[in-house]
């Protein structure tokens, strides 16, 4: 490399889009003890609502069985007899169509109304983003040219001009959470989940607003050393 030459970092920034959902649906069946006769219809009624999904709509394929779980709440646990017991099974929607999946949900109440015991939670976590070709490629050029004006604009100061390009870094990628449950602007990626809220019910009016999900920032960082040159 040249002795004489000028570093700078170019920046620049494009958007990324919610292309698929993680929709968590988290089936709670309360028990008065172990050894209630719910806790033998657990299965049942996680069956019961995963064919209801299906007959809602929502393709079998972009249906995932997460787990089960079972545990006694921590305000029980100094009970010395019937204790109480919590059976949760965990369904995931993964889908593209966000708005198909919770208005099958709206209408998921039923189950409560079979029996109080049971609830539901439905939980969302940081979907999948895409970015088009042509934004990303645009962001790199513009971070490229970002760089050239600040060593052009230091350059002049010191009354020298700029050559070539002699080295180009890139760094990491940072992001600019898009808000969506699960995705918030205020947290580094990776350490936090949100929850989303309770289903209770459609519009009195019938009518869903569809509005696009949040996208998220994606910010570009190019370090660019360039040939010094005298005027």
Same mark, same amino acid.
């Given at each position: ?9 170019? @920046? ?47 393709? =079998? ?17 100094? *009970? *010395?007899d019937k204790k109480g017991i919590i059976v949760s099974h965990k ?11 919770? =208005? ?9 109304? @079979?029996?109080?015991?049971? !609830? ?11 970015? =088009? ?44 959470? !898009? ?30 607003? @569809? ?9 570009? *960082? ?10």
């Amino acid at each position: 490399m040249s002795k004489n030459y000028i570093g700078v970092v170019g @920046e620049s920034y494009y958007f990324e889009y919610p292309e698929t959902w993680f929709i968590d649906i988290v089936l709670n069946i309360q028990a008065a003890k172990k050894g209630d006769p719910i806790l033998a219809k657990a299965g049942e009624y996680k069956n019961k609502l995963i064919k209801f999904l299906i007959d809602e709509g929502i393709p =079998k394929k972009k249906l995932f069985y997460a787990g089960t779980d079972a545990y006694t709440p921590w305000w029980e646990l100094k *009970k *010395k007899d019937k204790k109480g017991i919590i059976v949760s099974h965990k369904i995931t929607i993964r889908t593209d169509d966000r708005y198909k999946a919770y =208005k099958a949900l709206e209408k998921a109440e039923w189950l409560n109304k @079979e029996d109080k015991r049971i !609830s539901i939670r439905i939980d969302e976590r940081r979907p999948i983003f895409k970015s =088009k070709a042509k934004d990303v490629l645009k962001a790199r050029e513009s971070a490229c040219k970002n760089a050239l004006e600040k060593a052009k604009s230091l350059a002049a100061s010191l009354g020298m001009k700029v050559g070539k390009p002699l080295e180009i870094q890139e760094f990491p990628n940072k992001y600019r959470g !898009s808000d969506n449950y699960g995705d918030n602007d205020w947290e580094p990626l990776g350490v936090f989940r949100a929850y989303a809220p309770r289903i209770v019910g459609s519009d009195d009016d019938g009518a869903n607003i @569809e509005l696009k999900g949040n996208e998220r920032i994606v910010y570009l *960082k190019y370090s660019v050393n360039f040939e010094l040159i005298p005027s």
